[in-house]
């Protein structure tokens, strides 16, 4: 029987792995043997909900890195030379008046986000100098075969990777979101045996900006878009019913942005409420609005027919909001909410392309509740995000630039919710590698190669 390690140390990682086909692939099998490393305080939950027969959960305590170990963490994130990285670093200092230390900043980025030589001598410098802590004792009871780490740019990811470097054990690892690398979320300080990416534009980033091997990047597509394609949608009516409203009328689906932006969500939901009061085509129309996953609090400020469709998420007591849980209730209802809105108005982000792979109108936000808001804070930068041009440039989703354009735009697209359709596809094509439903099975096919199996 063959044993490897799976990582599950953040909340969308439980997502990606625990509520795909990923975990009933792996459950089919049984010569081997799955443990699944994860927050110790989130082990019983864990284990209760999706443990059984060969998968099995190990609670870990959080770890914090030692002085050099922290050293060395520091300089990663001036690895990646990215528009990303030079707004958010221009944002975080500029606006701080903090020009010396923006200075600083941009330099030190120039230089090692520029020359690959030194990137590799500090990579070098910290496989031999930090020592790893914290798993030699899981990796002495088990003595896995593999390790398989599913946010490769994670503390603790890097972590346990470092450990199983230690003693040769075979690693891949996965990119948890499409925007790790170009906004350099902590980059790759250990790398796996080979790197598994939901597209080509992640596969680039692996290897321009993150220094892999081409022929260590393996394209998969995106785990937990198969269920937009495996399993059925809720109904109209059961959508509606869920959150309040009534099925026999059309809605605008308002993503909204959360805590960075809170006051433009509140500005765009206005907006929104105005047109449907004011605007004759729109006058049977519902508006529902639906805060970000990573917002903390009740919606304020909406108005009394806005109907609110607050995620559905697990709490557990900590104060990071990336440790709740992702619900399987809560995907239906995002998928289903998508499914079945007449036009979807949201900001740059990931559900773009959940809105494109469901095949909904989609029209971006790309002005300001004032004229007052400096562009490094203002909505309007992140259109520069290094990962938002390509998808885009597609011309799948409409970017309205004023409340005039957005009135024009939702009008149009409920005329014509067909516009701009296979376009839509395009982004599709460019993000989820294939929209097949099979991305689990390719990463598990991954898992049993390296296995051996």
């Given at each position: 029987?063959?044993?490897?390690?799976?990582?599950?140390?953040?909340?969308?990682?439980?997502?990606?792995?625990?509520?795909?086909?990923?975990?009933?692939?792996?459950?089919?099998?049984?010569?081997?043997?799955?443990?699944?490393?994860?927050?110790?305080?989130?082990?019983?939950?864990?284990?209760?909900?999706?443990?059984?027969?060969?998968?099995?959960?190990?609670?870990?305590?959080?770890?914090?890195?030692?002085?050099?170990?922290h050293?060395?963490?520091?300089?990663?994130?001036?690895?990646?030379?990215?528009?990303?990285?030079?707004?958010?670093?221009?944002?975080?200092?500029?606006?701080?008046?903090?020009?010396?230390?923006?200075?600083?900043?941009?330099?030190?980025?120039?230089?090692?986000?520029?020359?690959?030589?030194?990137?590799?001598?500090?990579?070098?410098?910290?496989?031999?100098?930090?020592?790893?802590?914290?798993?030699?004792?899981?990796?002495?009871?088990?003595q896995?075969?593999?390790?398989?780490?599913a946010?490769?740019?994670?503390?603790?990811?890097?972590?346990?990777?470092?450990?199983?470097?230690?003693?040769?054990?075979?690693?891949?690892?996965?990119v948890?979101?499409?925007?790790n690398?170009?906004?350099?979320?902590g980059?790759?300080?250990?790398?796996?045996?080979?790197?598994?990416?939901?597209?080509?534009?992640?596969?680039?980033?692996?290897?321009?900006?993150?220094d892999?091997?081409?022929?260590?990047?393996?394209?998969?597509?995106?785990?937990?878009?198969?269920?937009?394609?495996?399993?059925?949608?809720?109904?109209?009516?059961?959508?509606?019913?869920?959150?309040?409203?009534?099925?026999?009328?059309?809605?605008?689906l308002?993503?909204?942005?959360?805590?960075?932006?809170?006051?433009l969500?509140?500005?765009?939901?206005?907006?929104?409420?105005?047109?449907?009061?004011?605007?004759?085509?729109?006058?049977?129309?519902?508006?529902?609005?639906?805060?970000?996953?990573?917002?903390?609090?009740?919606?304020?400020?909406?108005?009394?027919?806005?109907?609110?469709?607050?995620?559905?998420?697990?709490?557990?007591?900590?104060?990071?909001?990336?440790?709740?849980?992702?619900?399987?209730?809560?995907?239906?209802?995002?998928?289903?909410?998508?499914?079945?809105?007449?036009?979807?108005?949201?900001?740059?982000?990931?559900?773009?392309?959940?809105?494109?792979?469901?095949?909904?109108?989609?029209?971006?936000?790309?002005?300001?509740?004032?004229?007052?808001?400096?562009?490094?804070?203002?909505?309007?930068?992140?259109?520069?995000?290094?990962?938002?041009?390509p998808?885009?440039?597609?011309?799948?989703?409409?970017?309205?630039?004023?409340?005039?354009?957005?009135?024009?735009?939702?009008?149009?697209?409920d005329?014509?919710?067909?516009?701009?359709?296979?376009?839509?596809?395009?982004?599709?094509?460019?993000?989820?590698?294939?929209?097949?439903?099979?991305?689990?099975?390719?990463?598990?096919?991954?898992?049993?190669k390296?296995?051996?199996?």
């Open positions: 029987m063959k044993t490897i390690f799976i990582t599950i140390f953040h909340g969308h990682i439980a997502r990606n792995i625990l509520l795909t086909d990923i975990l009933k692939y792996l459950k089919e099998d049984k010569d081997l043997r799955v443990i699944m490393l994860c927050p110790d305080f989130k082990r019983d939950y864990y284990q209760q909900q999706f443990g059984g027969g060969n998968v099995s959960f190990e609670g870990v305590p959080a770890l914090k890195p030692g002085r050099l170990d050293f060395f963490r520091t300089l990663y994130y001036y690895f990646v030379d990215s528009d990303t990285v030079r707004l958010l670093e221009g944002e975080k200092y500029i606006l701080a008046h903090r020009y010396v230390r923006y200075f600083f900043s941009r330099l030190v980025t120039k230089i090692l986000g520029n020359i690959r030589p030194l990137r590799r001598l500090i990579r070098a410098l910290d496989r031999q100098l930090v020592k790893p802590q914290g798993f030699g004792q899981l990796f002495d009871k088990y896995p075969d593999l390790l398989f780490v946010s490769i740019t994670s503390d603790q990811d890097t972590m346990v990777l470092r450990e199983a470097g230690r003693r040769s054990v075979h690693s891949l690892g996965m948890r979101s499409w925007d690398f170009l906004s350099n979320k980059n790759v300080r250990i790398y796996p045996d080979k790197l598994l990416v939901h597209n080509r534009f992640l596969a680039d980033d692996a290897v321009q900006l993150a892999f091997s081409p022929d260590k990047v393996i394209t998969i597509g995106m785990p937990h878009f198969d269920f937009y394609v495996n399993e059925p949608r809720l109904s109209r009516e059961e959508t509606c019913r869920r959150v309040g409203a009534d099925p026999k009328k059309p809605f605008l308002f993503l909204m942005i959360g805590p960075s932006s809170a006051k969500d509140i500005y765009v939901t206005a907006l929104l409420e105005k047109l449907i009061a004011t605007e004759p085509k729109l006058k049977d129309f519902q508006l529902i609005v639906r805060p970000h996953p990573n917002t903390g609090k009740q919606v304020e400020g909406v108005g009394p027919k806005t109907l609110v469709n607050y995620p559905k998420l697990l709490e557990f007591g900590s104060s990071r909001l990336t440790d709740r849980e992702f619900t399987k209730e809560d995907i239906d209802m995002f998928a289903g909410l998508i499914s079945h809105a007449a036009v979807v108005i949201s900001y740059q982000g990931t559900s773009n392309v959940d809105t494109a792979a469901l095949g909904r109108p989609i029209v971006n936000i790309k002005f300001d509740e004032s004229e007052n808001v400096p562009y490094l804070k203002s909505v309007r930068s992140q259109y520069e995000w290094s990962h938002v041009p998808i885009v440039a597609t011309g799948g989703i409409r970017i309205v630039e004023s409340p005039e354009e957005l009135r024009e735009a939702i009008l149009e697209y005329e014509h919710p067909e516009r701009d359709a296979e376009k839509r596809k395009q982004i599709v094509s460019d993000q989820c590698y294939n929209l097949d439903g099979q991305a689990s099975r390719r990463a598990v096919d991954e898992i049993k390296s296995l051996g199996k």
